[in-house]
C-alpha cells in the first residue's frame, strides 16, 4: 500500500498540531490589544487536498490578530468566541487615544492663546 502525503495546494505540508489554532493566546492578544494591532477577518486554506479550498474556494470566518514591534509583525488565531472580546478591548483602545489626542488638541489651543496674549 503507497503511503500519501498530506500536502496543501500551495504545495506546504501542514503545520503541525501544536502549532494550529488554538484559544491559549487571548490572553496575551488582549494585553497587547490594550497597546496596538487590529483585528481581521481572513479566509483561509485547510490541508484537506479533496476540499472546496483546494480548488480556490476559501474558508471564511476565520479571525487573526495583528501586531508588530521591533522584533516583528505577527498573526495570532482568535477563536469566534473570543472576537467580541478582542473588539472591545481595541475599542476601549480607541476611544481612550481619541480622548487623548483631544485634549492634546485642547492644550495646544490654550499654549497659543497663551502665547498670543504675550507677544
Request: net charge positive; hydrophobic share 35%; charged share 30%.
Given at each position: 500500500?503507497?503511503?500519501?502525503?498530506?500536502?496543501?495546494?500551495?504545495?506546504?505540508?501542514?503545520?503541525?498540531?501544536?502549532?494550529?489554532?488554538?484559544?491559549?493566546?487571548?490572553?496575551?492578544?488582549?494585553?497587547?490589544?490594550?497597546?496596538?494591532?487590529?483585528?481581521?477577518?481572513?479566509?483561509?486554506?485547510?490541508?484537506?487536498?479533496?476540499?472546496?479550498?483546494?480548488?480556490?474556494?476559501?474558508?471564511?470566518?476565520?479571525?487573526?490578530?495583528?501586531?508588530?514591534?521591533?522584533?516583528?509583525?505577527?498573526?495570532?488565531?482568535?477563536?469566534?468566541?473570543?472576537?467580541?472580546?478582542?473588539?472591545?478591548?481595541?475599542?476601549?483602545?480607541?476611544?481612550?487615544?481619541?480622548?487623548?489626542?483631544?485634549?492634546?488638541?485642547?492644550?495646544?489651543?490654550?499654549?497659543?492663546?497663551?502665547?498670543?496674549?504675550?507677544r
Open positions: 500500500m503507497r503511503k500519501v502525503k498530506d500536502v496543501r495546494a500551495d504545495g506546504n505540508p501542514p503545520p503541525p498540531r501544536e502549532l494550529k489554532k488554538s484559544g491559549a493566546d487571548l490572553p496575551k492578544i488582549l494585553e497587547v490589544a490594550a497597546h496596538t494591532g487590529s483585528l481581521q477577518a481572513q479566509r483561509v486554506r485547510c490541508s484537506k487536498t479533496n476540499c472546496k479550498c483546494a480548488r480556490g474556494q476559501l474558508h471564511e470566518g476565520y479571525y487573526y490578530f495583528f501586531w508588530s514591534n521591533s522584533s516583528g509583525a505577527f498573526k495570532r488565531y482568535v477563536r469566534r468566541a473570543d472576537v467580541l472580546a478582542v473588539r472591545a478591548v481595541i475599542e476601549r483602545r480607541r476611544r481612550r487615544e481619541a480622548s487623548f489626542r483631544s485634549e492634546l488638541r485642547q492644550a495646544h489651543a490654550e499654549l497659543s492663546q497663551l502665547l498670543k496674549s504675550l
